[in-house]
């Protein structure tokens, strides 16, 4: 069975917890500045920040993916740790901020394996690891832009 162990990472031009509370308001559907690549809404749970929270998350491409996280872990500003539960894939996903001089070094760490036999089989033509970080690299971007018109960077 395939599984997939990728790290991206970018540079924030904004302050950790303006970048974590952008994050936040992205994964919990409060906002939209990743789309029209990623969309994602808070479907249990008051905060997305509390360990137990679940998110529905959409990729749209050539052909949609869903899946399921579980909030496990968060560290206000520095870490937010969620487990894949449900949908395409299983595993964990682990966002980590570090400040520096008025910017963020933003990492997001995919440790997942494709759930259901035809992601599975997918996943031997398709290169989803890279196809995973080129979405992640223009979330990053996004996240910038929104970022910048909001004034914060």
């Known amino acids: ?11 924030i031009n904004a302050e950790s917890s303006d970048v974590y509370e952008a994050l ?16 994602s809404r808070l479907i249990e749970g008051n905060n997305l920040s509390e360990p137990g929270a679940l998110l529905d998350i959409t990729v749209h491409g050539t052909m949609n993916i ?11 500003g520095e ?5 894949y ?6 595993g964990e996903g682990i966002w980590k901020l570090e400040g520096a001089n008025g910017n963020t070094k933003l990492s997001y760490h ?11 089989i ?10 995973h970080s080129d979405v992640i690299k223009k979330g990053f971007a996004a996240l910038n832009e929104y970022l910048k018109s909001q004034g914060t960077s």
Request: avoid cysteine.
């Open 1 to 11: 069975m395939a599984e997939f162990n990728v790290i991206d990472e970018g540079i």
């Open 24 to 39: 936040l308001a992205e994964y919990s559907g409060k906002t939209n500045w990743w789309m029209p690549y990623v969309e």
């Open 66 to 76: 869903r899946f399921t996280t579980k909030t496990v872990e968060t560290i206000n």
């Open 79 to 83: 870490l937010w740790r969620s487990q």
């Open 85 to 90: 539960v449900g949908g395409a894939f299983r």
């Open 110 to 120: 995919w440790h997942v394996r494709p759930y259901g036999l035809l992601l599975q």
């Open 122 to 131: 997918i996943s031997f033509i398709v290169n989803i690891p890279k196809r």
